[in-house]
């Protein structure tokens, strides 16, 4: 007898430690729901659930062991024209379930040429062709893990992918590559460390399955933009197997990087889910309760795409807001990750269509005891009305900002961007200065994981995507790239020598700016795509990491590190607080000021000026007490000049109150990146190259 008393919540499958375990599955409109089994040979045994609370069918099964594969089949009236869209025939994964086992194949006599299961109700049996939940016992020994709590204001991002980073790194076992276990690699962390990172931003690792387009053409989907499991780890990820190893191989990761200091941060995607648009497989929520967990439109006939992927999850209402609340928590409780970066996250605030900041889903996460602890960082748009929300969020997010992105792009290659600079360099105030934000609101960035490499963005004018199979039609083209001369990879001596400055110039700006900077894993040994802007489906050679370094790779990343080093090591890099021009006692230097090359503050006029390409930036730190002229030494004040004009020219080094010496720290033309022992005199001038920046140690100042 599989069949005793049972429990409406938890939803999902829970062990009860003695063999069995109790099932529920929320499907508000549906008549039926049956619990199907898979033992090995793939047979399947299908246990009907009679009982029903408050939208839930749940049953307990005496005999349901740890590893055992399975999945639900629900139905109810098939009206597709007002959303309703149950099919028994449809296997469908448990929302809930810890593990996914198996890949998503596409067949012809189940899914059509394009997936269009939704159109055909008579469609055959998609259990062959369709991946399984897995019964999880989650138990683990996390000793004395604890969350490293890296301050906002101290936190650096290395964004990066868990196959990517692992596949090609010689001293990683073969069969740990690719892997959460590769990745929790001694020789993976050592890199990180070394390189002086805070914070892993993890490529989504929530369990996903290829599109059908990707499958049609040979492709995968590389990313994992394409989530259908929410509380899964992908199970491709795994040296353990899918049977539930991947749980405890992920856990095993995030104790091994939290042991070495590092935080870990998952990219979430609750705004879509593989199912896709009404021509899509059914694999899990569409067939459980289409209505409620999509926003629809037409009547329900067809699906609201507010994320260029089909269909947007409705977060507005009260069961999918669970769904994702439940989600979230797991991942921090049971999976101990140190925060999330949500996709698309303007599509999570909608409500009704639009976008509403005081919605069911911001203000959950306000007030939920767990979460608004840990870092949030939104993706401030999605491609509906209204989507761009850049500066919107509310005070307990942080934001991707891409006007820092564009700026600093344009300035580097010679557009004029000299007007917007100010704001980016210092913090981006106008966007996050209000309701109490702080700098660190804002996730600066050059490059991420989607666009150009650093390396391409300055060898490539253009995308080139044609391995993508789509005539090099996706990916943007608005990159604000520069080539430096010649497209694409060059013998050139003097073009390599000026791509090389460039990469400095863009990561010393990236990483010396105010705000978090997030590093694209890979850029700091200059990783690159082959001009590739979207390599979403490319799991080869494009985007993995190529471990075997030429001497300006070594070179590039000793350079990066020794610019976190000194972000690390001097506050006047990490401000808490939006700077203010003014000064930080009387008659001492501003806590920010801005300058020209004559070493005057610069003027409006110049600011506008499209002629102007040479900004100083100079920033304050704390106070270290007086010296024996009972004069304020501040010890941590800095210059930062940065020069994105061809020629070289003369900076004067400003007078009192700024500084009466200095000493040169960061030299993107020559590679430079320790502080020199020579004293430069204020009132005298440096040369600054064209197309460089330079780091200067204000010493002694007013």
Not at 217 to 223: E, Q
Not at 374 to 395: H, M, N, R, S, T
Not at 659 to 664: A, K, L
Request: charged share 25%.
């Amino acid at each position: 007898m599989r069949h005793a008393s049972s429990g409406w919540d938890p939803l999902g499958v829970t062990p009860d430690g003695r063999g069995g375990a109790n099932v529920a599955l929320w499907a508000q409109g549906a008549t039926s729901a049956t619990l199907c089994l898979f033992d090995e040979e793939g047979r399947e045994e299908r246990i009907p659930m009679p009982e029903r609370i408050f939208n839930v069918f749940h049953a307990h099964v005496t005999d349901l062991p740890v590893g055992t594969r399975y999945g639900f089949r629900v139905e109810g009236p098939w009206v597709p024209e007002v959303g309703h869209r149950w099919n028994p025939n449809k296997l469908l994964l448990d929302p809930y379930a810890r593990a996914i086992d198996g890949r998503f194949t596409l067949d012809p006599s189940v899914f059509g040429h394009t997936g269009d299961d939704d159109l055909r109700m008579d469609a055959a049996d998609s259990a062959p062709f369709v991946p399984r939940s897995v019964v999880v016992d989650g138990s683990f020994d996390w000793g004395d893990d604890r969350a490293p709590g890296v301050a906002w204001d101290d936190t650096v991002i290395y964004e990066t992918h868990v196959r990517g980073i692992t596949m090609q790194h010689a001293s990683i076992p073969e069969h740990e590559r690719g892997t959460y276990a590769g990745l929790a690699h001694p020789h993976v962390i050592e890199h990180l460390t070394t390189l002086g990172v805070t914070t892993v931003e993890l490529l989504p690792v929530h369990h996903f399955v290829d599109e059908v387009h990707l499958i049609e053409t040979g492709l995968t989907n590389y990313w994992g933009y394409n989530s259908i499991g929410y509380f899964a780890p992908h199970g491709a990820y795994s040296s353990l197997g899918t049977r539930g190893g991947q749980v405890t191989d992920f856990k095993r990761m995030v104790k091994a990087l939290h042991a070495a200091g590092l935080e870990v941060i998952i990219d979430v995607v609750y705004n879509h889910t593989a199912e896709g648009d009404q021509t899509g497989p059914t694999l899990s929520f569409r067939g459980i309760d289409n209505d409620d967990y999509y926003h629809l439109r037409d009547g329900g006939r067809f699906y609201a795409d507010y994320t260029g992927c089909g269909n947007t999850l409705d977060v507005s209402k009260p069961h999918v807001l669970q769904l994702v609340m439940d989600s979230l928590r797991y991942w921090v409780t049971e999976m101990h990750v140190d925060g999330f970066r949500f996709d698309l996250a303007s599509a999570l605030a909608r409500s009704f269509h639009d976008v509403n900041m005081l919605g069911n889903f911001m203000t959950t996460i306000q007030q939920d005891p767990i979460l608004r602890r840990v870092k949030l960082i939104a993706e401030p748009w999605d491609i509906g009305p209204g989507g761009y929300q850049v500066g919107e969020f509310p005070p307990l997010w942080t934001e991707w900002n891409d006007r820092y992105r564009d700026t600093v792009r344009d300035f580097w290659r010679g557009a004029n961007a000299l007007s917007e600079l100010g704001w980016r360099l210092s913090g981006s105030a106008d966007l996050y200065g209000a309701e109490g934000r702080r700098p660190f609101a804002s996730i600066n960035f050059v490059t991420a994981h989607d666009g150009f490499t650093l390396r391409d963005l300055v060898s490539y004018d253009s995308k080139h995507n044609e391995d993508n199979l789509e005539d090099n039609r996706d990916g943007t083209d608005n990159n604000r790239s520069w080539n430096c001369g010649v497209e694409g990879e060059t013998d050139d001596a003097t073009v390599l020598a000026l791509r090389q400055r460039q990469m400095r110039n863009m990561l010393s700006t990236l990483l010396l700016s105010n705000g978090v900077p997030m590093l694209a894993g890979g850029d700091e040994f200059g990783r690159t795509q082959r001009g590739n802007n979207n390599a979403y489906c490319q799991d080869n050679e494009i985007s993995w990491y190529d471990w075997h370094w030429d001497t300006w790779q070594s070179d590039l990343k000793v350079f990066t590190s020794d610019v976190l080093g000194l972000r690390r090591l001097h506050s006047a890099f990490r401000q808490r607080y939006f700077l203010e021009g003014s000064p930080v006692h009387p008659g001492g230097p501003k806590d920010l000021a801005w300058l020209d090359p004559t070493g005057h503050e610069i003027t409006d006029a110049q600011w506008h000026d499209p002629a102007t390409h040479t900004l100083g930036m100079y920033l304050a730190g704390e106070s270290h007490g007086l010296d024996e002229d009972g004069q304020h030494m501040r010890d941590e004040a800095f210059l930062v000049v940065l020069h994105s004009g061809e020629e070289d020219i003369s900076f004067v080094l400003p007078g009192a109150p700024f500084g009466r010496e200095y000493r040169t720290v960061i030299d993107t033309a020559t590679g430079q990146s320790r502080e020199s022992d020579a004293i430069l005199e204020n009132g005298s001038s440096v040369q600054v190259c064209g197309r460089s920046l330079l780091v200067l140690h204000a010493l002694r100042p007013g």
